[in-house]
């Protein structure tokens, strides 16, 4: 499982899971961009748990415990907010969560050992 623990591969499931929200949310019927996005949350969150259980050796268990805890909001409003729209109700409020609790994650992801750091 040493494989799925690398940045890099996590970051992509995340962009390629942030396309996929976004053309579900541009879409009239977006059944089976939905489903490939449903397929990608589960390579998010594998990836996810791996980072996780690789970042205890830094002795930073609680930030990385926050950041999988952000993580996994980012991907319950992204469904709550495909949830909405398909069934025609308001949204804004769950679009709105989505990028809260992504640029904490996002934050999270950078400032941790094992993230990019862009400043130095």
Known sequence: MDFLARTDFHITTWVVGLILFFVALAMANPKVV???LRLDYLFIIVTGMALFMKGMDYGEGMLYGMKFL???L???MMEMTLVKKKKGKPYTTFLVLVFVFFFIALFLGFKLP???NFLA
């Open 114 to 116: 094992m993230g990019i």
């Open 74 to 76: 980012v991907i319950g």
């Open 70 to 72: 952000a993580g996994i």
């Open 34 to 36: 939905h489903m490939i």
